[in-house]
């Protein structure tokens, strides 16, 4: 079934990235600089404990082009500088702000803003840590004056024409599109100065490299081929851009979710649906976000672990809509697919593994008939994952040389073997921490910063693997 889905969806993807970059080019970016009607979006960046790369990252986000936009920097009770750093190095005070709590979130402090007009865009929010991203971004909606938000984290570097790109499909749209993604990417082993991606590179570090491909195949096969159809299952928290008043009226993020993404797109579509409003929710195959990855395999456990118990969480809290028609594609299609290849997946493999470890000490295995069936599922992951380059090379190409698409490529042998089991494992012990109650905490990325090209290929030579 898989398998079949990936054929499909394949086919799907290719035809939107072809649609893409056929309607791209209705809306210049000129025309939506100039406009007066090109509408307002606020990003929101959620921050908890960023001392090492707020700085150059906020900069990044103040220099983004779109002719009306605002920063928004959600402090979350961070324990370490990062809220000291901010008020040093834009000149910010405390100042009365309209803020209307209309999404509930843990108690807000106070708001910051610069009395230098060069930072005039620029608004911090200062509250008390809620445990999750999900709280922290809550925060960033209330104080948000536009009518679309962008949500990002602090750590990732955005294309300057991120907005343009996203906006569009909004504008081309004639249903509501409440909310659109792009492909994410490792930052990595780039060359990044003063919060720009100079020189795009594959990560030098195993295990970001194998997110890297993990991501592009997640993004350009996946998630293009379901906007085909109108049944996204996500936006990533990394970058998305959504539409405000439908957000809120949803009941905004889950503030106990540690799948705020999932969490906040499903309460959207359910709220359009219970609405009978037609909606849309779109992606666009172009690279717009580079985040920093997991460097060891320690982060990695953190992240996926995170992950993994919000997922569970997710089908706890929504579990009238798994297999619910009254939900119609998200109730008969997204959950039911996010469940079964998903959600059990990493069960249903474990426990295949371990019926396979007793077939072969009892003796029951027919070794001739297991090769083709192991041969046939390695051929057809191998074929995906050169699929996936070939659709990132076709629709922008990153990398400068081909020795640096062959080192991502080369992984694609290895991935089943190396990256895949643990994946697994860790997806295991996340249902486990969940259904056990043991407690899990947002903001355990450890990160490795960069303010330029010297200093992110030093970082990368430390935490290389």
Request: proline share 4%; with cysteine; net charge positive.
């Amino acid at each position: 079934m898989l398998f079949l889905l990936y054929g499909v969806l394949g086919a799907f993807a290719f035809i939107n990235i072809i649609r893409y970059k056929t309607y791209n080019s209705r809306l210049d970016d000129d025309y939506l600089m100039n406009s007066s009607l090109t509408p307002g979006i606020s990003i929101v960046a959620p921050a908890y404990n960023e001392e090492k790369t707020i700085i150059v990252n906020v900069n990044s986000l103040l220099t983004l082009k779109y002719p009306l936009f605002e920063v928004i920097i959600v402090n979350d009770g961070s324990k370490d500088k990062t809220l000291e750093l901010l008020i040093k190095e834009f000149e910010l005070v405390e100042t009365p702000y309209a803020y209307v709590e209309r999404i509930k979130t843990k108690p807000f402090k106070r708001i910051f803003k610069s009395t230098n007009p060069k930072y005039s865009i620029l608004t911090v929010v200062d509250k008390e840590n809620g445990g999750t991203k999900a709280d922290a971004s809550n925060a960033g909606i209330n104080a948000a004056q536009y009518p679309y938000f962008l949500c990002t984290d602090v750590d990732c570097i955005l294309d300057r024409n991120t907005m343009l790109r996203m906006i569009k499909p909004i504008l081309n749209s004639k249903t509501l599109t409440i909310a659109v993604g792009a492909t994410l990417r490792m930052s990595n082993s780039c060359d990044v100065e003063d919060g720009v991606i100079k020189r795009v590179r594959p990560p030098r570090g195993l295990v970001a490299r194998f997110q890297e491909l993990e991501y592009l195949r997640a993004y350009l096969f996946g998630k293009m081929g379901w906007s085909l159809i109108n049944c996204v299952p996500n936006i990533s928290g990394g970058l998305g851009l959504f539409n405000k008043e439908v957000a809120i009226d949803a009941g905004g993020y889950d503030g106990e979710s540690h799948a705020e993404d999932m969490d906040l797109l499903t309460k959207m579509a359910s709220h359009m649906i219970n609405n009978k409003r037609n909606y849309r929710i779109q992606y666009i195959p172009v690279s717009c976000c580079w985040t920093e990855g997991p460097p060891n395999l320690k982060i990695l456990s953190r992240q996926r672990v995170r992950w993994a118990t919000g997922l569970a969480q997710l089908f706890l809290v929504h579990r009238k809509i798994l297999f619910n028609y009254r939900f119609k594609k998200l109730g008969l299609v997204i959950f039911p697919f996010i469940f079964v290849f998903e959600f059990l997946a990493p069960i249903i493999e474990l426990l295949g593994f371990i019926w396979f470890i007793l077939l072969v000490l009892k003796g029951d295995v027919n070794w001739h008939t297991a090769g083709y069936i192991f041969l046939y599922a390695y051929s057809f992951a191998v074929s995906i994952g050169t699929l996936v380059i070939l659709f990132d090379n076709f629709v922008q190409r990153q990398y400068k040389t081909f020795y640096e698409t062959l080192k991502l490529w080369i992984l694609i042998f290895l991935e089943g073997f190396i990256y895949h089991p643990l994946l697994i494992f860790f997806s295991i012990k996340g249902y486990f921490n969940y259904y056990t109650s043991k407690e899990v905490k947002w903001g355990t990325m450890t990160r490795q910063g960069f303010d330029n090209k010297k200093q992110a290929n030093k970082s990368n030579e430390q935490t290389s693997i």
